[in-house]
């Protein structure tokens, strides 16, 4: 196990700037996850921590102490791509045992943890075969157990699943998690799969464009988005995100939307909109937590009629069209059919608003 702490890390490629200035705090025995769309510095801050690349600015520590090897091996990492790196002319066993030979383990020594490994992974019935020989979903399990047999302080995971299919990427997960708490090292894991993050990490910090976004316990940013940003990317199905301008008139206030609509709004949100610097919101709701059905008076009210029913799992998503645009909407939608007028309840305690221009939350 090791601590892990990135102090005021950018890494500048020519004039592009990758990595923005960030900083994180690792704990000792933690599993991170580094979430983010495309392009937006994940494997560029996972290769710093490895000493693949050097930062231009800034300081990393491993337990409080910067590292005295540019070096993986000597830095206690184990690395697991997402393209699994084995050594496919070998067996299996081999490839288990490749980390403890080279530093010399006494040979029943290999013998007990590559066993004890193989079994742990399930592929005890594969040691005697060419690890090229094996499927893909093999050969990544091969390459997990590989990296995980030599105990690393530290394990980086670099999108290890998205090669995977979807059945046996849920079972690897799961997997992972059990072999973190079993080793417990200290886990970085890239994902730019939202729900990859949220089912694995004990806390995610979400990237854009170089920056850290957000940093905290998956059901922390789902619930307390910083930004828009964060507020988008963190939730299946996405979040209902509707852009106006509050107006007042008299004692009652209304958000304006662009198409001319506008919606009246509670005076409890029109109170909390009032401390706000800004008059351009985007309004924010889960779709999680919008009801058809009757109306209380801490709801935002909206008519609409339902466009398309989508069904996910058990659960249905009704897309309801209103005067300030399509809605989703999860709650009181069970029978729900296309071409229903329903009235969709937004409880203002659920809504989150942020201001339009800065992306930041309001309330
Ligand atoms: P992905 O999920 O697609 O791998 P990412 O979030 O991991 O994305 P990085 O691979 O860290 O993103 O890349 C961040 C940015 O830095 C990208 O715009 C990428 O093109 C750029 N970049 C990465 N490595 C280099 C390099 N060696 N030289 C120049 N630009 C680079």
Redesign the pocket.
Known sequence: MSSISLQNIT?Q??D?T??NKLNLEIANGEFMA?L????????????MVAGI?SASNGQLLFDGKPPTSQKLQDRGIGFVFQNYAIFTHMTVRDNLAFSLTVKKRPTDEINRRVTAMAKRMSIDHRLAELAGSLSVNEMQKVAIARSAIAEPKVFLL??PLSNLDAGFRAYMRAELKILQHEFKQTMIY?T?DQIEAMSLADRIAI?DK?KLMQVGAPLDVYNNPANIFVARFVGSPAINMVDGEVRTSGSSAYLGVANGQQIELPSDLHQLFSKSISSAVSLGIRAQEVRAGQASDHDIIIPGRVDVVERIGPVKVAHVETQIGILKCMQGVELAQAGQHLILNLPVAKCLAFDTTTGNRLI
């Open positions: 890494k490629f020519g592009f990758a990595v580094l983010g769309p495309s392009g937006c510095g994940k494997t560029t801050t996972m290769n690349e670099d999108e890239v730019h990237m170089g």
